[in-house]
């Protein structure tokens, strides 16, 4: 089962997304925060990530530069 990793502080945002995601039959971890998120991905393998551009601290495009090295590549 593909597996996404959901970055998102809006817990009501964040929360429909997983909803969504799951009955479309992906599995999903989350996080309310960009370094949450790195947290996940050092310690889970993802193979997409969805993320808020405009996060408290680390914005999303930051977040991403670190982590694309450890999205799993599809083919």
């Known amino acids: 089962m593909p597996a996404i990793l959901i970055v998102e ?3 009501k945002m964040r929360r429909l997304l997983e909803l969504n995601l799951g009955e479309d ?3 999903t971890l989350s996080a309310g925060d960009a370094e949450a998120g ?3 991905l050092r310690e889970n393998s993802v193979d997409l990530v969805l993320t808020d551009l405009k996060l408290p601290g680390m914005n999303g495009l930051e977040f991403l530069q ?3 090295g450890r999205i799993r590549r599809c083919r």
Do not use: Q
Request: aromatic content about 8%; overall charge negative.
């Open 9 to 11: 502080d809006e817990a």
């Open 25 to 27: 039959g992906f599995s």
């Open 38 to 40: 790195l947290k996940l």
């Open 66 to 68: 670190p982590s694309s």
